[in-house]
């Protein structure tokens, strides 16, 4: 869990934001490492978050130009 959240993909980021999720549900930990995996899923989140919005950026081109050929 070391690279750039940046140069992750989205299957990347979504198994270690899960990674992370559990790490910080099973508890145990002390405060500056849940705080550095809880900042981590948040970026790991929105990364995810990015991933999805250009997939449904490429849906939505892609349906306008099948409609446009019609």
Excluded: F, I, T
């Amino acid at each position: 869990m070391n690279e750039p959240v940046s140069e992750l993909g989205y299957e990347a980021a979504r198994d270690q934001l899960a990674e992370v999720v559990k790490l910080l549900e099973q508890g145990g930990l002390d405060l500056d490492h849940s705080l550095s995996l809880w900042e981590r899923g948040e970026a790991l989140a929105k990364r995810c978050e990015e991933h999805l919005a250009g997939a449904r950026a490429r849906v939505e081109k892609a349906l306008a130009h099948a409609d446009d050929e019609d």
